[in-house]
Nanobody
Framework: EVQLQASGGGLVQAGGSLRLSCAAS????????IGWFRQAPGKEREGVSC????????HYLDSVKGRFTISSDHDKNTVYLQMNSLEPEDTALYYC??????????????????WGKGTLVTVSS
């Protein structure tokens, strides 16, 4: 059974940084894309960033381009989301997910085969 454990959320002031981590365990194909989604209060869940199954490409929601960076450590089966220049609009519950279409339309992806529990990111103004 695949398990995804996300961590790293917290409270930060606007302009600050946080790094989210997602540790994956259990049987899974290395061909699956992995990445991050978020859901803000009163809004639909949206894709934020992903790494393709081959690790050859990364994609970002337009509003986070240039501020967020996704990376992975295959030895640790962990994917990271470095979030810089955080804005109050980034406040949301962030979820790690596995096995979904990873492309430049990540912002319009809502479903994945596997989900971790969310980690809350709160950005104060």
């Amino acid at each position: 059974e695949v398990q995804l454990q996300a961590s790293g959320g917290g409270l930060v002031q606007a302009g600050g940084s946080l790094r989210l981590s997602c540790a994956a365990s259990g049987r899974r194909s290395d061909n699956y894309a992995i990445g991050w989604f978020r859901q803000a209060p009163g809004k639909e869940r949206e894709g934020v960033s992903c790494i393709s199954g081959s690790g050859g490409s990364t994609h970002y929601l337009d509003s986070v381009k240039g501020r967020f960076t996704i990376s992975s450590d295959h030895d640790k089966n962990t994917v990271y989301l470095q979030m810089n220049s955080l804005e109050p609009e980034d406040t949301a519950l962030y979820y790690c997910a596995l096995d979904f279409p990873c492309s430049d339309t990540i912002g319009r992806i809502y479903a994945a085969a596997y989900w971790g529990k969310g980690t809350l990111v709160t950005v104060s103004s």
